[in-house]
């Protein structure tokens, strides 16, 4: 389905869907709801800092991006979709990547207290 990218949409509309019409940090709408009108942190739940006890045998944090190749995990059987990202990707940074031996196209297991899975970083 062809798709056209319209930059500055929001100037057309008179602006974003919030009450002020601007992108609102503070929110008076999650105020006026009982939730702080601040966004804010929070630690992940199984990390270095939450959980010390862990912490030697996990080290890093586990965040988790979509492929826009993808719906979610829909779509893997269509082929031309498919060819698109053949292969499981991880990303790391070059210096936990080099802490650990880990170059480009390596294929690594990715594990935490909950289970493991086998992926490789990018070319």
């Not at 709408?29 to 009982?34: I, K, R």
């Not at 196209?105 to 935490?112: H, K, L, N, P, Q």
Request: charged share 25%; hydrophobic share 30%; proline share 10%.
């Amino acid at each position: 389905m062809p798709l056209t990218t319209r930059h500055r949409k929001y100037a057309e509309s008179g602006g974003f869907r919030t009450p002020t019409g601007k992108i609102e940090l503070y929110s008076e709408t999650f105020l006026s709801a009982g939730h702080s009108p601040l966004p804010s942190f929070e630690e992940p739940g199984i990390s270095p800092r939450s959980r010390p006890d862990l912490a030697e045998r996990f080290p890093l944090v586990l965040t988790c991006a979509k492929s826009l190749w993808f719906c979610e995990s829909q779509h893997r059987n269509i082929a031309s979709v498919r060819s698109k990202a053949r292969e499981p990707q991880v990303e790391i940074h070059p210096d936990a990547a080099r802490a650990r031996g880990i170059t480009v196209g390596d294929w690594v297991r990715i594990s935490t207290p909950n289970g493991s899975v086998r992926e490789h970083e990018p070319n």
